[in-house]
Each structure stands twice: as C-alpha cells, then as structure tokens.
C-alpha cells in the first residue's frame, strides 16, 4: 500500500479550455496562466492555486482533514 497518496483529491489535470492534459496539476496551472491567462483561485490558508473552484473545495476538505487528524493524533 502506498501511503501518501490522498484518493480524496479528484483533481482533473485536463484544461478545460483545450482540453490538453498533464502529469502535474501545477503544470496545467502554468498552461492556464501562460496560454489562457485565465483566473485563477488560491486557496487563503496556504495560498496554493487551483484552476477550478471544484479543485480548491476539495483542497479545503483535505486540509480540514488532515487538521483533524492531526488533533487526533496528540
Ligand atoms: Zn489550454
Ligand atoms: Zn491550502
């Protein structure tokens, strides 16, 4: 079993404007940024960027989260 890997995040790393694909999540940030310029979210705790409000929901969940588990753990 592979641990650090959260299936929380369905992150699609599709661009919904060209519909070209990428291996990393920051990689079709940077196409939306260069090739669209088009607005991105950011997150207003870690200030992590997303291309979708669906995709920063879900980063929200997982830092809610992981702050619980970490209370947990103490
Ligand atoms: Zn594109
Ligand atoms: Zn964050």
């Known amino acids: ?3 650090g890997y959260f ?3 369905p992150k699609k790393k599709e661009c919904s404007e ?3 694909k990428f291996h ?3 990689d079709l940030i940077n196409h939306v ?3 669209h310029h088009g607005p991105l979210l950011r997150c207003h ?3 992590q960027e997303f291309v979708k409000e669906s995709d920063r929901y879900h980063h929200l969940q997982e ?3 992981k702050k ?3 209370r947990r753990h103490r």
């Open 1 to 3: 079993m592979k641990l």
């Open 7 to 9: 299936s929380l995040s």
């Open 18 to 20: 060209c519909h070209e």
């Open 24 to 26: 990393e999540y920051e």
């Open 33 to 35: 940024k260069m090739k």
């Open 45 to 47: 705790n870690c200030g």
């Open 63 to 65: 830092e809610k989260a």
């Open 68 to 70: 619980l588990d970490f």
